[in-house]
């Protein structure tokens, strides 16, 4: 029955979504980019404001900005850092109007001790973690910390979860996995996608594929365990492997309780004129006669086996944690 299992999954196929424009991503990582720096600035101006018009308060307002820089600092630094590349040569020009208007308008208002008070708690909250959206992506995207050992995100709890239950693509496997907060999720356009999420919120070559498809077995058909150990066996898994695919390697896992299997390849993929570069890590486990995939991959536009090796290496640990998170709630 092995052979014929491997006939009924079908080979495994990159899956991707059309790229957006280069200036469509250069236009929304500029926004992104102004709206969290703006946002630090406006917030350390206002502790400034805080510590000279509220003497009584000023410890507490030094103390929640360190919590903040404690934090974020590192974000902030690599984001001005980006902005210099992007503005060039009118980033100092843009800079100093930035702190200047800010500086205008926290200069014609006045600022309660309540008012200042609760400002104080906000960015205590906000060191934590509770930013509103593009911010906090942005924030953890550029945190040096995590572009260094991207695993950390996850690990530090900031986080996103998703979960399958009623979506029509799960064909009625309720499942969820955490993923990072700065990694952005949508909604797959292909027929068997589930969720696509994307690193550096949304703009990154990195992404993780959520997918189910159905096993056209006989009705009343049950897979035998031994069919299970042959279908996640290493040679089993080699043999799922897509047309053309580079192998690096298989293994049988656990995933939730199921039999499953985990396999590293390399493949290329040509668009149009684009020709991107794959390496693969992608997690398979089998419920009530359902293939689930989790397929996370790292991307490149250029064949630098080197490059992606690398890139690879420090990401495979916050893919092994995403998978690691997976639970299938439909079996409780």
Not at 33 to 49: A, D, H, N, R
Not at 278 to 295: A, D, N, V
Request: proline share 4%; charged share 25%; with cysteine.
């Amino acid at each position: 029955m092995k052979r014929l299992f491997i006939i009924l999954i079908f080979a495994l196929s990159i899956l991707t979504e059309n790229p957006a424009s280069s200036q469509e991503v250069r236009s929304s990582l500029t926004s992104d980019l102004t709206k969290t720096y703006g946002y630090y600035i406006g917030q350390k101006l206002s502790v400034e404001k805080i510590q000279n018009e509220l003497p009584t308060l000023s410890a507490r307002a030094l103390q929640a900005q360190l919590e903040f820089d404690l934090e974020f600092k590192g974000s902030y630094e690599n984001i001005e850092k980006e902005l210099q590349k992007l503005f060039h040569d009118r980033w100092t020009k843009y800079k100093s109007q930035l702190r200047s208007k800010f500086t205008s308008n926290l200069g014609s208002t006045s600022i309660s001790k309540a008012q200042a008070d609760a400002f104080i708690r906000t960015i205590r909250l906000r060191a934590k973690g509770q930013i509103s959206p593009p911010i906090l992506e942005t924030l953890l995207s550029y945190n040096p910390k995590f572009q260094i050992s991207p695993v950390k995100e996850l690990m530090r709890g900031f986080k996103n979860t998703y979960r399958t239950k009623g979506h029509p693509k799960a064909k009625g496997v309720d499942f969820q996995i955490d993923y990072p907060r700065s990694w952005r999720a949508k909604e797959g356009r292909r027929p068997n996608v589930i969720q696509l999420m994307t690193s550096k919120n949304g703009r990154g070559l990195e992404s993780i594929i959520l997918m189910v498809k159905k096993l056209p077995l006989p009705s009343g058909y049950k897979i035998t365990d031994q069919e299970l150990d042959e279908l996640f066996s290493q040679q089993g898994l080699r043999e799922m492997l897509p047309k053309g695919a580079n192998f690096i390697s298989t293994q049988p896992i656990i995933m939730d309780n199921h039999k499953g299997g985990m396999m590293v390849f390399d493949q290329s993929l040509q668009r149009i004129d684009q020709k991107i570069f794959f390496r693969s890590l992608h997690f398979i486990t089998l419920y009530e006669k359902k293939m689930i995939f989790i397929q996370c991959m790292v991307g490149s536009q250029k064949a630098d086996q080197r490059e992606l090796t690398k890139r690879f290496r420090r990401l495979e640990p916050l893919f092994k944690l995403v998978a690691n998170s997976f639970i299938i709630q439909s079996q409780y």
